[in-house]
Protein backbone atom coordinates (compact mmCIF):
# COMPACT_ATOMS: atom_id res chain seq x y z
CA UNK A 1 0.00 0.00 0.00
CA UNK A 2 2.68 2.75 1.07
CA UNK A 3 5.01 1.64 -1.70
CA UNK A 4 2.27 2.16 -4.75
CA UNK A 5 1.36 5.25 -3.10
CA UNK A 6 5.07 6.59 -3.11
CA UNK A 7 5.81 5.52 -6.37
CA UNK A 8 3.32 7.45 -8.59
CA UNK A 9 4.82 11.24 -7.10
CA UNK A 10 7.98 10.30 -7.24
CA UNK A 11 8.54 8.70 -10.68
CA UNK A 12 7.92 12.36 -12.14
CA UNK A 13 10.97 13.73 -10.59
CA UNK A 14 13.80 11.44 -11.18
CA UNK A 15 13.74 8.02 -12.14
CA UNK A 16 17.03 7.37 -10.78
CA UNK A 17 16.22 9.19 -7.73
CA UNK A 18 13.03 7.89 -7.05
CA UNK A 19 14.35 4.12 -7.17
CA UNK A 20 16.76 5.18 -4.21
CA UNK A 21 14.29 7.17 -2.04
CA UNK A 22 11.28 4.49 -2.49
CA UNK A 23 13.89 1.96 -1.30
CA UNK A 24 14.82 3.80 1.87
CA UNK A 25 11.27 4.85 2.97
CA UNK A 26 10.35 0.83 2.22
CA UNK A 27 12.77 0.21 4.37
CA UNK A 28 12.11 2.56 6.89
CA UNK A 29 7.99 1.14 7.09
CA UNK A 30 9.59 -2.32 7.72
CA UNK A 31 11.41 -0.66 11.16
CA UNK A 32 8.05 0.14 12.21
CA UNK A 33 8.77 3.99 12.54
CA UNK A 34 12.55 3.68 13.27
CA UNK A 35 14.10 7.19 12.98
CA UNK A 36 14.89 7.06 8.74
CA UNK A 37 17.85 9.03 7.68
CA UNK A 38 16.24 12.82 7.43
CA UNK A 39 16.94 14.92 4.36
CA UNK A 40 15.74 14.40 0.64
CA UNK A 41 13.61 11.54 2.13
CA UNK A 42 11.60 13.94 4.86
CA UNK A 43 10.52 15.73 1.94
CA UNK A 44 9.55 13.05 -0.64
CA UNK A 45 7.67 11.74 2.49
CA UNK A 46 5.20 14.05 3.53
CA UNK A 47 4.66 14.98 -0.59
CA UNK A 48 3.60 11.03 -1.02
CA UNK A 49 1.72 11.25 2.36
CA UNK A 50 -0.93 13.93 0.92
CA UNK A 51 -2.72 12.38 -1.85
CA UNK A 52 -3.30 8.97 0.38
CA UNK A 53 -4.19 11.04 3.65
CA UNK A 54 -7.19 12.86 0.98
CA UNK A 55 -8.15 10.11 -0.60
CA UNK A 56 -9.80 7.96 2.55
CA UNK A 57 -12.17 10.82 3.78
CA UNK A 58 -11.53 11.61 7.45
CA UNK A 59 -14.29 12.01 9.55
CA UNK A 60 -15.10 15.14 11.61
CA UNK A 61 -12.59 15.97 14.53
CA UNK A 62 -14.55 14.51 17.47
CA UNK A 63 -13.50 13.47 20.74
CA UNK A 64 -11.19 10.29 21.26
CA UNK A 65 -12.60 7.03 21.96
CA UNK A 66 -11.98 5.66 25.28
CA UNK A 67 -12.57 2.03 26.28
CA UNK A 68 -14.49 1.16 29.65
CA UNK A 69 -12.54 0.56 32.66
CA UNK A 70 -13.05 0.49 36.28
CA UNK A 71 -14.10 3.69 36.32
CA UNK A 72 -16.89 4.38 33.59
CA UNK A 73 -18.19 3.02 30.55
CA UNK A 74 -16.58 3.27 27.05
CA UNK A 75 -16.64 7.09 25.54
CA UNK A 76 -17.40 7.84 21.87
CA UNK A 77 -17.61 4.71 20.55
CA UNK A 78 -17.57 5.07 16.61
CA UNK A 79 -21.62 4.64 15.37
CA UNK A 80 -21.80 1.57 13.26
CA UNK A 81 -22.72 3.01 9.51
CA UNK A 82 -24.32 0.37 6.72
CA UNK A 83 -22.39 0.38 4.29
CA UNK A 84 -23.70 0.68 0.09
CA UNK A 85 -23.07 -2.54 -0.75
CA UNK A 86 -24.08 -4.44 2.24
CA UNK A 87 -27.82 -2.98 0.58
CA UNK A 88 -27.78 -4.74 -2.42
CA UNK A 89 -29.14 -8.41 -2.98
CA UNK A 90 -25.84 -10.24 -3.19
CA UNK A 91 -23.33 -12.30 -1.68
CA UNK A 92 -20.80 -9.19 -1.02
CA UNK A 93 -24.16 -7.58 0.47
CA UNK A 94 -24.83 -10.22 2.67
CA UNK A 95 -21.46 -10.33 3.66
CA UNK A 96 -20.84 -6.59 4.54
CA UNK A 97 -24.26 -6.94 6.26
CA UNK A 98 -23.02 -9.76 8.40
CA UNK A 99 -20.47 -7.59 9.53
CA UNK A 100 -22.05 -4.41 9.87
CA UNK A 101 -24.90 -6.86 12.11
CA UNK A 102 -22.02 -7.38 14.57
CA UNK A 103 -20.74 -3.93 14.66
CA UNK A 104 -24.46 -3.36 16.18
CA UNK A 105 -24.13 -5.12 18.47
CA UNK A 106 -20.26 -4.61 19.57
CA UNK A 107 -22.04 -1.67 19.52
CA UNK A 108 -24.34 -2.32 21.86
CA UNK A 109 -22.49 -4.25 23.94
CA UNK A 110 -20.09 -1.06 24.75
CA UNK A 111 -22.58 1.51 24.64
CA UNK A 112 -25.90 -0.24 26.15
CA UNK A 113 -27.38 0.97 23.53
CA UNK A 114 -28.95 -1.82 21.23
CA UNK A 115 -31.75 0.44 18.74
CA UNK A 116 -29.18 -0.42 15.84
CA UNK A 117 -29.14 -4.04 16.32
CA UNK A 118 -33.03 -4.23 16.49
CA UNK A 119 -33.29 -2.65 13.42
CA UNK A 120 -31.62 -5.15 11.10
CA UNK A 121 -32.98 -8.15 13.71
CA UNK A 122 -36.07 -9.91 12.54
CA UNK A 123 -38.65 -10.13 15.23
CA UNK A 124 -38.62 -13.96 15.41
CA UNK A 125 -34.72 -14.14 15.98
CA UNK A 126 -34.48 -15.81 19.19
CA UNK A 127 -30.74 -15.74 19.77
CA UNK A 128 -30.36 -11.73 18.67
CA UNK A 129 -33.82 -10.88 21.06
CA UNK A 130 -31.53 -13.14 24.04
CA UNK A 131 -28.18 -10.89 23.27
CA UNK A 132 -30.64 -7.90 23.55
CA UNK A 133 -32.17 -8.95 26.80
CA UNK A 134 -28.51 -9.93 28.14
CA UNK A 135 -27.14 -6.35 27.20
CA UNK A 136 -30.59 -4.52 28.65
CA UNK A 137 -30.11 -6.43 32.23
CA UNK A 138 -26.58 -6.13 32.19
CA UNK A 139 -26.62 -2.45 31.49
CA UNK A 140 -29.79 -1.97 34.46
CA UNK A 141 -29.55 -0.02 37.41
CA UNK A 142 -26.25 2.12 36.40
CA UNK A 143 -23.95 -0.74 35.71
CA UNK A 144 -22.03 -0.51 32.47
CA UNK A 145 -20.20 -3.12 30.80
CA UNK A 146 -16.47 -3.01 30.10
CA UNK A 147 -15.12 -5.27 27.32
CA UNK A 148 -17.12 -7.71 24.91
CA UNK A 149 -16.26 -6.21 21.91
CA UNK A 150 -16.94 -8.44 18.62
CA UNK A 151 -14.73 -9.29 15.50
CA UNK A 152 -15.66 -11.33 12.98
CA UNK A 153 -12.52 -11.96 10.87
CA UNK A 154 -14.18 -15.00 8.36
CA UNK A 155 -17.50 -14.10 7.33
CA UNK A 156 -18.82 -16.23 4.03
CA UNK A 157 -22.38 -15.57 2.42
CA UNK A 158 -24.34 -18.18 0.09
CA UNK A 159 -27.08 -16.30 -1.73
CA UNK A 160 -28.97 -18.55 -3.99
CA UNK A 161 -32.29 -18.47 -5.24
CA UNK A 162 -34.65 -21.17 -3.96
CA UNK A 163 -32.82 -21.14 -0.04
CA UNK A 164 -32.45 -18.90 2.72
CA UNK A 165 -29.27 -17.05 2.58
CA UNK A 166 -27.05 -17.66 4.93
CA UNK A 167 -23.65 -16.70 6.43
CA UNK A 168 -20.57 -18.52 8.17
CA UNK A 169 -19.43 -15.94 10.30
CA UNK A 170 -16.16 -16.32 13.20
CA UNK A 171 -17.44 -14.33 16.15
CA UNK A 172 -14.55 -13.51 18.46
CA UNK A 173 -15.66 -11.57 21.96
CA UNK A 174 -13.29 -10.21 24.30
CA UNK A 175 -13.88 -10.41 28.05
CA UNK A 176 -16.91 -9.29 29.71
CA UNK A 177 -16.79 -7.72 33.08
CA UNK A 178 -20.04 -6.01 34.26
CA UNK A 179 -19.57 -3.00 36.43
CA UNK A 180 -21.80 -1.79 39.46
CA UNK A 181 -22.17 2.05 39.72
CA UNK A 182 -19.17 2.13 42.06
CA UNK A 183 -16.94 0.49 39.69
CA UNK A 184 -17.12 -3.03 41.36
CA UNK A 185 -17.54 -6.69 39.85
CA UNK A 186 -21.28 -7.58 39.54
CA UNK A 187 -19.65 -10.90 38.53
CA UNK A 188 -16.59 -13.04 37.50
CA UNK A 189 -15.57 -11.83 34.31
CA UNK A 190 -16.81 -13.72 31.78
CA UNK A 191 -13.93 -15.24 29.52
CA UNK A 192 -13.46 -14.65 25.72
CA UNK A 193 -14.51 -16.88 22.94
CA UNK A 194 -13.87 -17.67 19.74
CA UNK A 195 -17.50 -19.00 17.93
CA UNK A 196 -18.55 -20.18 14.64
CA UNK A 197 -21.98 -18.85 14.01
CA UNK A 198 -24.55 -19.31 11.15
CA UNK A 199 -26.44 -16.36 10.06
CA UNK A 200 -29.66 -16.78 8.51
CA UNK A 201 -30.34 -13.82 6.39
CA UNK A 202 -33.23 -12.68 4.75
CA UNK A 203 -33.50 -9.79 2.24
CA UNK A 204 -36.77 -7.64 2.88
CA UNK A 205 -38.02 -4.18 1.58
CA UNK A 206 -35.89 -2.62 4.19
CA UNK A 207 -32.59 -4.51 2.85
CA UNK A 208 -30.72 -7.33 4.81
CA UNK A 209 -32.40 -8.58 8.20
CA UNK A 210 -30.73 -11.37 10.57
CA UNK A 211 -33.80 -13.48 10.72
CA UNK A 212 -32.46 -16.65 12.56
CA UNK A 213 -29.30 -17.04 14.24
CA UNK A 214 -27.72 -19.80 15.54
CA UNK A 215 -24.62 -21.62 16.67
CA UNK A 216 -22.22 -23.70 14.43
CA UNK A 217 -20.94 -26.55 17.09
CA UNK B 1 -49.31 -43.08 55.15
CA UNK B 2 -49.70 -42.43 51.61
CA UNK B 3 -51.26 -39.09 52.67
CA UNK B 4 -48.21 -38.42 54.92
CA UNK B 5 -45.70 -39.16 52.22
CA UNK B 6 -47.39 -36.61 49.82
CA UNK B 7 -47.21 -34.13 52.54
CA UNK B 8 -43.03 -34.68 52.98
CA UNK B 9 -42.88 -34.29 48.98
CA UNK B 10 -44.51 -31.01 48.47
CA UNK B 11 -42.29 -29.66 51.29
CA UNK B 12 -39.56 -30.78 49.50
CA UNK B 13 -40.46 -29.09 46.20
CA UNK B 14 -40.98 -26.44 48.05
CA UNK B 15 -37.30 -25.83 49.37
CA UNK B 16 -36.13 -26.91 45.76
CA UNK B 17 -38.21 -23.96 43.87
CA UNK B 18 -36.96 -21.68 46.46
CA UNK B 19 -33.03 -22.80 46.69
CA UNK B 20 -32.15 -20.99 43.64
CA UNK B 21 -33.98 -17.81 43.76
CA UNK B 22 -31.77 -17.35 47.47
CA UNK B 23 -28.22 -16.74 45.16
CA UNK B 24 -28.44 -14.54 42.76
CA UNK B 25 -27.94 -15.81 39.14
CA UNK B 26 -24.90 -14.54 36.81
CA UNK B 27 -25.91 -12.76 34.32
CA UNK B 28 -25.59 -14.94 30.88
CA UNK B 29 -23.96 -12.05 29.11
CA UNK B 30 -21.50 -14.09 26.67
CA UNK B 31 -22.53 -14.22 22.86
CA UNK B 32 -22.11 -18.01 23.08
CA UNK B 33 -22.95 -18.15 26.21
CA UNK B 34 -26.25 -16.04 25.82
CA UNK B 35 -26.78 -18.55 22.17
CA UNK B 36 -26.95 -21.70 24.59
CA UNK B 37 -28.84 -20.53 27.43
CA UNK B 38 -32.01 -19.17 25.27
CA UNK B 39 -31.57 -22.00 22.49
CA UNK B 40 -30.29 -20.64 19.61
CA UNK B 41 -30.42 -23.23 16.67
CA UNK B 42 -27.29 -25.47 16.46
CA UNK B 43 -25.65 -26.32 12.99
CA UNK B 44 -23.18 -28.96 12.65
CA UNK B 45 -20.98 -28.85 8.98
CA UNK B 46 -22.01 -32.60 7.24
CA UNK B 47 -18.51 -34.25 6.83
CA UNK B 48 -19.61 -35.54 2.97
CA UNK B 49 -21.08 -32.50 1.56
CA UNK B 50 -19.37 -29.78 3.72
CA UNK B 51 -22.80 -27.84 4.23
CA UNK B 52 -24.07 -26.82 7.18
CA UNK B 53 -27.22 -28.93 8.81
CA UNK B 54 -29.01 -28.95 11.93
CA UNK B 55 -27.92 -30.72 14.73
CA UNK B 56 -30.21 -33.71 15.37
CA UNK B 57 -31.54 -33.17 18.80
CA UNK B 58 -30.01 -35.44 21.51
CA UNK B 59 -26.58 -34.81 19.62
CA UNK B 60 -23.86 -35.35 22.39
CA UNK B 61 -22.05 -31.72 22.67
CA UNK B 62 -18.41 -32.06 21.63
CA UNK B 63 -15.98 -29.12 22.23
CA UNK B 64 -16.62 -26.87 18.19
CA UNK B 65 -13.08 -25.33 18.64
CA UNK B 66 -9.95 -26.79 17.57
CA UNK B 67 -6.28 -26.14 18.85
CA UNK B 68 -2.52 -25.22 18.68
CA UNK B 69 -0.20 -24.09 20.00
CA UNK B 70 3.15 -21.64 19.28
CA UNK B 71 6.08 -20.71 20.93
CA UNK B 72 5.83 -17.88 22.74
CA UNK B 73 7.14 -14.61 21.48
CA UNK B 74 7.79 -16.55 17.81
CA UNK B 75 7.24 -14.66 15.36
CA UNK B 76 8.06 -17.06 12.46
CA UNK B 77 10.75 -18.85 10.91
CA UNK B 78 14.00 -17.98 12.97
CA UNK B 79 12.17 -14.93 13.85
CA UNK B 80 11.78 -13.79 17.23
CA UNK B 81 9.94 -10.90 19.34
CA UNK B 82 12.55 -9.14 21.25
CA UNK B 83 10.73 -7.19 24.05
CA UNK B 84 8.46 -10.22 24.17
CA UNK B 85 11.39 -12.68 25.25
CA UNK B 86 12.24 -10.15 27.65
CA UNK B 87 9.02 -10.79 29.94
CA UNK B 88 8.92 -14.54 28.43
CA UNK B 89 7.17 -17.07 31.31
CA UNK B 90 9.83 -18.71 32.83
CA UNK B 91 10.06 -22.81 32.57
CA UNK B 92 11.94 -24.12 35.45
CA UNK B 93 13.73 -27.01 34.26
CA UNK B 94 12.01 -30.63 35.08
CA UNK B 95 13.24 -32.74 37.75
CA UNK B 96 14.50 -34.76 35.50
CA UNK B 97 15.95 -32.36 33.91
CA UNK B 98 13.93 -31.64 30.83
CA UNK B 99 13.85 -28.20 29.17
CA UNK B 100 10.66 -26.22 29.47
CA UNK B 101 9.74 -24.59 26.63
CA UNK B 102 6.72 -21.41 26.94
CA UNK B 103 4.15 -21.72 24.26
CA UNK B 104 0.68 -19.76 23.78
CA UNK B 105 -2.18 -21.32 23.10
CA UNK B 106 -4.49 -20.61 19.68
CA UNK B 107 -7.90 -21.57 18.99
CA UNK B 108 -10.59 -21.52 16.51
CA UNK B 109 -13.89 -22.61 15.54
CA UNK B 110 -13.99 -25.59 13.44
CA UNK B 111 -16.66 -25.78 10.72
CA UNK B 112 -16.16 -22.01 9.61
CA UNK B 113 -14.94 -21.87 6.48
CA UNK B 114 -11.13 -19.50 6.54
CA UNK B 115 -11.55 -18.95 10.44
CA UNK B 116 -8.48 -17.37 11.77
CA UNK B 117 -6.59 -18.72 14.74
CA UNK B 118 -6.97 -16.05 17.83
CA UNK B 119 -5.10 -16.40 21.26
CA UNK B 120 -6.65 -18.94 23.84
CA UNK B 121 -4.71 -19.45 27.11
CA UNK B 122 -0.90 -19.36 28.13
CA UNK B 123 1.58 -19.03 28.17
CA UNK B 124 1.91 -22.84 29.93
CA UNK B 125 5.41 -25.10 30.03
CA UNK B 126 6.14 -27.92 27.89
CA UNK B 127 8.85 -30.37 28.36
CA UNK B 128 10.19 -31.72 25.02
CA UNK B 129 13.03 -31.20 22.51
CA UNK B 130 11.02 -30.45 19.82
CA UNK B 131 7.87 -29.28 21.05
CA UNK B 132 6.75 -27.86 17.68
CA UNK B 133 5.35 -31.84 16.61
CA UNK B 134 4.02 -32.49 20.39
CA UNK B 135 1.06 -32.12 19.96
CA UNK B 136 0.41 -33.94 16.91
CA UNK B 137 2.45 -37.09 18.32
CA UNK B 138 -0.25 -36.94 21.91
CA UNK B 139 -3.06 -36.55 20.16
CA UNK B 140 -2.21 -40.04 18.25
CA UNK B 141 -1.89 -41.76 21.04
CA UNK B 142 -4.53 -40.18 23.49
CA UNK B 143 -7.69 -41.71 22.53
CA UNK B 144 -5.80 -45.36 23.06
CA UNK B 145 -4.46 -44.24 26.25
CA UNK B 146 -8.00 -42.93 27.09
CA UNK B 147 -9.46 -46.11 26.36
CA UNK B 148 -6.82 -48.36 28.34
CA UNK B 149 -7.66 -45.54 31.59
CA UNK B 150 -9.03 -47.35 34.54
CA UNK B 151 -12.40 -45.11 34.04
CA UNK B 152 -15.42 -46.75 36.05
CA UNK B 153 -18.14 -46.80 34.11
CA UNK B 154 -20.65 -46.73 37.34
CA UNK B 155 -22.83 -48.81 39.19
CA UNK B 156 -25.92 -50.76 38.12
CA UNK B 157 -29.16 -50.20 39.93
CA UNK B 158 -32.25 -52.12 40.03
CA UNK B 159 -35.65 -51.38 41.54
CA UNK B 160 -37.11 -53.63 42.71
CA UNK B 161 -33.57 -56.08 43.19
CA UNK B 162 -32.39 -58.49 43.48
CA UNK B 163 -35.80 -60.18 42.61
CA UNK B 164 -38.19 -58.59 40.27
CA UNK B 165 -41.46 -60.11 38.47
CA UNK B 166 -41.82 -61.38 34.94
CA UNK B 167 -44.04 -58.32 32.74
CA UNK B 168 -43.48 -56.19 35.34
CA UNK B 169 -41.47 -52.96 34.56
CA UNK B 170 -38.24 -53.20 36.27
CA UNK B 171 -36.46 -49.68 36.89
CA UNK B 172 -32.68 -49.61 36.13
CA UNK B 173 -30.96 -46.56 36.50
CA UNK B 174 -27.29 -45.99 36.33
CA UNK B 175 -24.90 -44.12 38.98
CA UNK B 176 -21.55 -42.60 36.83
CA UNK B 177 -20.18 -39.62 37.51
CA UNK B 178 -17.09 -37.40 36.11
CA UNK B 179 -13.14 -38.91 36.49
CA UNK B 180 -10.28 -37.30 36.40
CA UNK B 181 -7.14 -39.04 35.60
CA UNK B 182 -3.11 -37.74 35.64
CA UNK B 183 -0.64 -39.55 33.21
CA UNK B 184 2.29 -39.12 31.53
CA UNK B 185 2.76 -39.08 28.09
CA UNK B 186 5.83 -38.35 25.87
CA UNK B 187 7.30 -37.01 29.56
CA UNK B 188 4.63 -34.29 29.67
CA UNK B 189 1.68 -34.17 32.51
CA UNK B 190 -1.39 -35.25 30.77
CA UNK B 191 -4.67 -34.39 32.97
CA UNK B 192 -7.66 -36.05 31.61
CA UNK B 193 -11.27 -35.57 32.90
CA UNK B 194 -13.68 -38.24 31.59
CA UNK B 195 -17.56 -37.42 31.07
CA UNK B 196 -20.10 -39.65 30.66
CA UNK B 197 -22.41 -39.16 28.41
CA UNK B 198 -24.19 -42.28 26.58
CA UNK B 199 -25.32 -45.58 28.37
CA UNK B 200 -26.13 -48.64 26.75
CA UNK B 201 -27.81 -51.23 28.64
CA UNK B 202 -28.06 -55.14 27.88
CA UNK B 203 -30.73 -56.57 29.58
CA UNK B 204 -29.61 -59.73 29.43
CA UNK B 205 -32.80 -61.40 27.67
CA UNK B 206 -31.66 -60.48 24.38
CA UNK B 207 -32.63 -56.99 24.29
CA UNK B 208 -30.05 -53.90 24.50
CA UNK B 209 -31.25 -50.48 25.11
CA UNK B 210 -28.96 -47.79 23.69
CA UNK B 211 -26.49 -45.94 23.53
CA UNK B 212 -28.82 -43.27 24.48
CA UNK B 213 -28.19 -39.77 26.44
CA UNK B 214 -30.05 -40.92 29.71
CA UNK B 215 -28.71 -42.83 32.93
CA UNK B 216 -32.28 -42.70 34.15
CA UNK B 217 -33.08 -42.53 37.86
CA UNK B 218 -34.44 -43.95 41.05
CA UNK B 219 -38.36 -44.53 42.15
CA UNK B 220 -39.67 -43.92 45.11
CA UNK B 221 -40.83 -47.13 46.44
CA UNK B 222 -44.36 -46.77 46.18
CA UNK B 223 -44.31 -45.92 42.24
CA UNK B 224 -41.97 -49.26 41.99
CA UNK B 225 -43.69 -51.21 38.75
CA UNK B 226 -44.20 -47.83 36.53
CA UNK B 227 -42.62 -47.63 33.40
CA UNK B 228 -39.60 -45.04 33.20
CA UNK B 229 -37.21 -44.11 30.02
CA UNK B 230 -34.86 -47.03 31.19
CA UNK B 231 -36.82 -49.44 32.83
CA UNK B 232 -37.53 -53.05 30.89
CA UNK B 233 -40.12 -55.73 31.28
CA UNK B 234 -38.67 -59.54 31.38
CA UNK B 235 -41.07 -61.61 29.45
CA UNK B 236 -40.32 -64.82 31.23
CA UNK B 237 -38.73 -65.99 34.79
CA UNK B 238 -34.92 -66.98 35.21
CA UNK B 239 -31.76 -65.25 36.14
CA UNK B 240 -30.28 -62.74 34.36
CA UNK B 241 -26.83 -60.59 34.15
CA UNK B 242 -27.32 -57.15 32.93
CA UNK B 243 -24.51 -55.14 31.97
CA UNK B 244 -24.50 -51.75 31.51
CA UNK B 245 -21.85 -49.86 29.14
CA UNK B 246 -20.94 -46.40 29.77
CA UNK B 247 -19.75 -43.98 26.51
CA UNK B 248 -17.37 -41.86 28.38
CA UNK B 249 -15.70 -38.40 26.54
CA UNK B 250 -12.99 -36.91 26.99
CA UNK B 251 -10.59 -33.88 27.32
CA UNK B 252 -7.38 -33.99 27.88
CA UNK B 253 -4.92 -30.91 29.30
CA UNK B 254 -0.91 -30.67 28.53
CA UNK B 255 1.44 -29.52 31.51
CA UNK B 256 -1.65 -27.13 32.95
CA UNK B 257 -2.88 -26.31 28.66
CA UNK B 258 -6.42 -25.93 27.67
CA UNK B 259 -8.84 -28.97 28.09
CA UNK B 260 -8.32 -30.75 24.30
CA UNK B 261 -11.08 -32.95 23.12
CA UNK B 262 -10.57 -36.38 22.82
CA UNK B 263 -11.97 -37.62 19.47
CA UNK B 264 -14.26 -40.02 19.79
CA UNK B 265 -15.79 -42.21 23.05
CA UNK B 266 -14.24 -44.09 24.93
CA UNK B 267 -16.62 -47.55 26.58
CA UNK B 268 -16.30 -48.76 29.63
CA UNK B 269 -18.53 -51.50 30.93
CA UNK B 270 -19.41 -52.16 34.85
CA UNK B 271 -19.65 -55.51 36.63
CA UNK B 272 -22.73 -57.37 35.74
CA UNK B 273 -25.57 -57.41 37.82
CA UNK B 274 -27.51 -60.71 38.45
CA UNK B 275 -31.08 -60.29 38.84
CA UNK B 276 -33.86 -62.77 39.36
CA UNK B 277 -36.98 -62.71 37.34
CA UNK B 278 -39.78 -64.68 39.29
CA UNK B 279 -43.79 -65.07 38.29
CA UNK B 280 -46.42 -64.23 40.59
CA UNK B 281 -49.54 -66.02 41.23
CA UNK B 282 -52.71 -65.04 42.83
CA UNK B 283 -55.25 -67.62 44.69
CA UNK B 284 -57.60 -67.04 47.09
CA UNK B 285 -57.65 -68.71 50.83
CA UNK B 286 -60.64 -70.37 52.08
CA UNK B 287 -59.42 -72.66 53.79
CA UNK B 288 -59.22 -73.32 57.83
CA UNK B 289 -55.64 -73.83 58.35
CA UNK B 290 -56.45 -75.67 61.81
CA UNK B 291 -58.80 -77.80 60.05
CA UNK B 292 -56.42 -78.53 56.84
CA UNK B 293 -52.88 -77.41 57.67
CA UNK B 294 -52.41 -78.80 53.86
CA UNK B 295 -54.57 -76.16 52.17
CA UNK B 296 -53.42 -73.59 49.98
CA UNK B 297 -51.27 -70.52 52.15
CA UNK B 298 -51.13 -72.74 55.04
CA UNK B 299 -48.01 -73.15 56.64
CA UNK B 300 -47.85 -76.89 55.52
CA UNK B 301 -48.72 -76.08 51.77
CA UNK B 302 -45.84 -77.24 49.28
CA UNK B 303 -44.54 -73.70 47.93
CA UNK B 304 -43.14 -73.36 44.54
CA UNK B 305 -41.59 -70.48 42.38
Given at each position: MTSQNLFAPLAVRSTAGAVLVAGALVLAGCAGGAPADPGATSQA????????????????????????????????????????????????????????WYETLSYAYETGNSRKLENVSGPGCVFCKGLKDGIDEAWSEGRWISGGTIQTPAITATVESGAQAHAEVQVIQATIEIRRPDGSLLQEPTPATNTGSRAGLTFGPTGWVMTDLGLIR | MKALGLKVLCVATLLLVFAPSAAQADVSI??????????????????????????????????PNEYKYELQCHLGGGDFDTPCLARQMECKDREDGAKGIPVMWLSRPRGVAGAVWAHHSGPTCLYDPKPEDLLPRIAADIQKQFQNLPVNAGAVVAQPSPHTLRGAETNFYAEAAEQQFDITMFGQKVHVVATPVQYTWNYGDGTVFGPQPSMGGPLPQDRWGEKTRTSHAYASTGDFQVVLTTSFQGTYSVNSGPPLPIPGQGQFSAPPQAISVWRSLTRNYADDCNANPQGQGCPGAATGR
Open positions: ATEAATPSASATPTPTPSAAYKPADASGPAQNVPVPVLPEVAKTETKEGAEAFTKY | GYEDRGLSVGADQWVKDASTGKLVRAEPGTVPTD
